[in-house]
Each structure stands twice: as C-alpha cells, then as structure tokens.
C-alpha cells in the first residue's frame, strides 16, 4: 500500500533556530497537507498544497510540494516554544482519503 | 464557524462490547472521514462518507462500520471491541468529495478496551 516516509523522527529545538522535516513517498498525490497535533487533540492543518513545485507560506511556515509529486517539505523558521508538538505530512489521493507519515517530534532543548 | 465536534470525547469499554461513536462536520461540509490513531500503526483511514454513501474504505475488519446521516453528521460503530481497538479515533470534515479539499479535524474519541 501507499506509505510515506517521513523525517527525522524526531528534534530538539532551540527557541530561534530554524527546523526543517520533509516526507517522501513511492506514490504520486493530489494534495499534500501538513498537520501539528498537540496532546489529547486532534490534528490542526497548517499547510495544504495542492501543484507540483507549489511552495505555500502560513506565517513562520513554508513548505512545498515536490516537482515530482512524491515528496513535500516543510521549514518553520525562528521557533518558539508553542512548535512544540507532533508534525504530519499527509498525501491525498481517492476522493479524502489521507496516507499520513509517521510524524515528526518537535521538542525544546533544555 | 464552529469546528468538528466528536462525542464522547472519553470512552471505556470490555472486550466484546460494542460502541457508536459520534462526529458533527463543520457547518455545510459534506464529506465525513474516519481515522484510527494508534501509537504503534499512527492514524490509519477508517473509511469515507459523502452524501450519506460510503465513498472509500481502509484495510479494517468487517466489524468497523459507519454511516452519514441526510444533516451530514455521521457514526461510526465497532463491534465485539477487542484490545486492540484501544485508539484515539478521529474524524475529519471537508466541504466536497475530491482529491484536492482540505480536512479539518475533530479532537477525537479515546476509546479504551479494557
């Protein structure tokens, strides 16, 4: 089946620095999303993308949408200690049906 | 607009039980999703519904079913639960049925099979 490989599995941050995580995957979507997911709640959307080479910005966020379709990445610059959390990349396909990657851990260096 | 709502957002069940859990999209979306968060599988699509038809469906056992009522809100229902099925279960709503509309999703249920 579909699969997305997304890294790193996980960081540590520093407040200021810049973060990057990217996903890949063997198939080709429509659409890649990317979600931040706090404990004990659901998956919050940041980012959608919906062209191939698309690159999109929400505030600190950019990511883009490979040119081959396959892949996405996504950069929040200057971070703060709110970041923290669970990032998903998410592919889209057949109608809303979403392949999501692992996730990647987003934590603050003490 | 208020956002999707899940109820009951905490739930605590026997092994061979059954439970209906509960999703209210967001105002005029028609599309409903299904997905199963587990720490060791990560979310995992359940199935669809658009218009009150089931539109696609994941790899889950028979025992996973769903329906979508005319007001788009819509149920999901799982059956002899097993330990297993111990997951935050997720819906998500969308405007329309395509592979290009965003997906805004609910808290979640935390369903717990003891």
């Known amino acids: 089946g579909q699969q997305l490989n997304q890294s790193p599995q996980s960081m540590f941050i520093q407040e200021g620095e810049d973060v990057s995580m990217n996903c890949t995957s063997s198939?080709?979507?429509?659409?890649w999303l990317w979600y931040k997911q706090d404990p004990g709640e659901g998956p919050v959307l940041l980012i959608a993308?919906?062209?191939?080479?698309e690159l999109t910005s929400n505030g600190r966020l950019t990511a883009q949408f490979g040119i081959t379709r396959k892949d996405s990445f996504l950069n929040i610059s200057a971070s703060i200690p709110s970041d923290v959390g669970i990032y998903f990349c998410?592919?889209?396909?057949?109608?809303?049906?979403?392949?999501f990657g692992a996730g990647t851990i987003l934590r603050v260096k003490s | 607009k208020a956002g999707v709502t899940q109820t009951p957002r905490y739930l605590i069940k026997t092994r061979g039980q059954q439970v209906t859990l509960s999703c209210s999209p967001i105002?005029?979306?028609?599309?409903v999703s299904w997905y199963q968060q587990t720490p060791g599988q990560g979310l995992q699509f359940l199935f669809e519904?658009?218009?009150?038809?089931?539109?696609n469906k994941g790899n889950f056992p028979g025992r996973f079913s769903g329906r979508q009522f005319s007001n788009s809100r819509s149920e999901m229902n799982v059956s002899t639960l097993e330990l297993g099925d111990s997951a935050l279960y997720l819906c998500?709503?969308?405007?329309?049925?395509?592979?290009?509309?965003?997906?805004?999703f609910g808290p979640g249920t935390r369903l717990t099979v003891l």
């Open positions: 998500a709503s969308s405007p329309q049925y395509s592979g290009t509309a965003k997906q805004f």
């Open positions: 198939s080709i979507f429509n659409t």
């Open positions: 993308l919906y062209k191939a080479g």
């Open positions: 998410a592919g889209q396909l057949d109608g809303n049906k979403l392949v």
């Open positions: 105002s005029g979306h028609r599309s």
């Open positions: 519904y658009f218009s009150e038809t089931q539109r």
